[in-house]
């Protein structure tokens, strides 16, 4: 399916991306379904009516942000290192850090990508629960680490004692994804700073809080505290979700300044950095208001996704989060494929042997659509 989907693109014309594949760094115990041949044969493809596959966030980027990115689309000209740097600054201050523990990136995924580079370009493995966010591993994976997962626990957090035993003298970094990404479920935060307060002694742990601005009192639930008290933590954090840019590509890392000197040595010196992106953050971090429209629509939008697959009858995992898991008793390819035949992008899942399917927060409308194609799909 893979090599049928790449003609499909046009991309077997480029012989060094016609290699077979790398081993799919999913094992049996997580896997992802994908829209199948059929459907993306089926080209022009019809318009999704609603996108809930990417936990992306439909009411941004905020106005402030819209008008800042306008504004600044005529110094598009210039290289851009004084709007990274005013950006870093901010982004600093709102932390609680000295600029020098701040990389910014286009996209938490570039640092997310970068540590992994960082931390395996020799023999090591690296400790994450199972089922987690998969970019870091797979780089990691392509760099030739070991891969030691440790299942999430029975209420779906991180096993943190089951992680600590896990670590070994080849261990490179620790990653944990808090909220975690797909159960959409928050490990105590307590625990988790003991955690990586104890750990970081041996081992960087790394913190990827992509979803922590949904959470009503973010301050109290970061690991940005531990790199305050001078720990081996790195934190990553995204423009994409609760400010709702995901298309405009900012991230940002917290970290102790060795380590970003470290990354320094590998990065592209703010080369990779647009001004629009720049000026659009900037102007979003301030628009707290917007941040708080985004946290309760995504509330109220978790609200009616509950109230809606109760109504089918169906259990889900409560979420911390802009996007929900639910276990399905069906078949997952036919189930993602008849609801994408509906207009409707979801993701399906094989967790831990189950399917799963995880739909991301949308407006009133969407979130409809979805619960009347959840409900024609399964009833067929
Ligand atoms: C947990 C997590 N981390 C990182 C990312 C990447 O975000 P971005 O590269 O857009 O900042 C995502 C995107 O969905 C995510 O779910």
């Known amino acids: 399916m893979k090599q049928a989907s790449l003609a499909g693109a046009g991309l077997l014309a480029f ?40 936990n992306e966030n439909p009411w941004g980027p905020s106005p402030q942000a819209r008008l800042a990115i306008m504004e600044s689309a005529v110094e598009g000209n210039r290289y851009q290192h004084q709007a990274a740097s005013a950006l870093r600054k901010e982004i600093a201050a709102f932390e609680g850090v000295s600029e020098d523990h701040i990389v910014v990136a286009p996209g938490s995924s570039d640092i997310l990508e970068k540590m992994a580079i960082m931390h395996y370009l020799e023999e090591g493995n690296l400790v994450t629960a199972d089922p987690a966010y998969m970019s870091l591993i797979k780089t990691a994976r392509q760099m030739g680490a070991q891969w030691n997962k440790v299942k999430l626990a029975a209420d779906w957090s991180h096993d943190l004692e089951g992680m600590a035993s896990a670590i070994d003298k080849h261990t490179r970094l620790v990653y944990i994804c808090n909220p975690n990404n797909p159960t959409g479920t928050l490990t105590d935060p307590d625990k988790l700073r003991d955690f990586c307060r104890t750990v970081s002694k041996d081992v960087p742990v790394f913190v990827d809080e992509a979803y922590l601005e949904f959470l009503p009192n973010r301050a109290k639930q970061t690991m940005v505290k531990t790199i305050q008290e001078g720990h081996n933590v790195i934190v990553a954090r995204t423009f994409s979700k609760i400010h709702g840019m995901a298309g405009l590509r900012v991230g940002y890392g917290v970290m102790q300044p060795e380590m970003r000197q470290q990354v320094d040595g590998i990065w592209r010196n703010n080369m990779s950095l647009c001004k629009t992106s720049l000026m659009g953050a900037m102007a979003s971090l301030r628009d707290t208001g917007f941040q708080e429209m985004s946290r309760e629509k995504t509330a109220a939008a978790r609200e009616q996704t509950y109230v809606g697959l109760e109504k089918l009858g169906l259990e889900y995992v409560p979420s911390h989060t802009s996007f929900i898991l639910f276990p399905l008793a ?51």
């Open 15 to 54: 012989p060094s991306l016609n290699a077979a594949p790398a081993a799919s760094p999913h094992r049996p115990g997580f896997r992802e379904y994908l829209p199948s041949l059929e459907w993306e044969r089926s080209l022009p493809a019809p318009e999704l009516k609603a996108r809930l596959l990417a």
């Open 330 to 380: 069906v078949e997952g390819q036919a189930f993602l494929d008849d609801m994408f035949a509906h207009g409707v992008g979801v993701r399906v899942f094989d967790v831990h042997g189950k399917t799963h399917c995880r739909v991301s927060m949308g407006t009133p409308e969407e979130i409809d659509l979805f619960l009347e194609s959840l409900g024609s799909v399964l009833a067929k």
